[in-house]
């Protein structure tokens, strides 16, 4: 089975950076896209980036392009997020998953996200102004 799981959410001010990690296992093979996602009650949730772990292709959303960077090292199954100047409207649970079978970014990654069926334990991270 694939299991995800998020780390590396914290309090930061409005600026600042934080790193996460998404440390997966049970994949078959490097064809798994892995996607980052928010969530804040009452709104939709939020695609923040996504990358091809096959060729290391990446796509964000508008809102965070030039602050957040996706990054994969497969030897190590994990998924980073590096998030950079960060904003109050930032704040959210960040949750790292993958398509329930292996699949690009381009083919999966678009809302309502009901490819991505593993998903692993967020991590909160929150920005103060």
């Known amino acids: 089975d694939v299991q995800l799981q998020a780390s590396g959410g914290g309090l930061v001010q409005a600026g600042g950076s934080l790193r996460l990690s998404c440390a997966a296992s049970?994949?078959?093979?490097?064809?798994?896209?892995i996607g980052w996602f928010r969530e804040v009650p009452g709104k939709e949730r939020e695609g923040v980036a996504c990358?091809?772990?096959?060729?290391?292709?990446?796509f964000y959303r508008d809102s965070v392009k030039g602050r957040f960077t996706i990054s994969s090292d497969n030897a190590k199954n994990t998924v980073y997020l590096q998030l950079n100047s960060l904003k109050p409207e930032d704040t959210a649970v960040y949750h790292c998953?993958?398509?329930?079978?292996?699949?690009?970014?381009?083919?999966?990654?678009?809302?309502?996200?009901?490819?991505?069926?593993?998903w692993g334990q967020g991590t909160q991270v929150t920005v103060s102004s």
């Open positions: 998953a993958a398509p329930y079978t292996p699949g690009s970014c381009a083919g999966n990654w678009f809302p309502p996200w009901a490819s991505y069926q593993h």
């Open positions: 049970g994949f078959t093979s490097d064809d798994y896209s």
């Open positions: 990358i091809d772990r096959s060729d290391g292709m990446t």
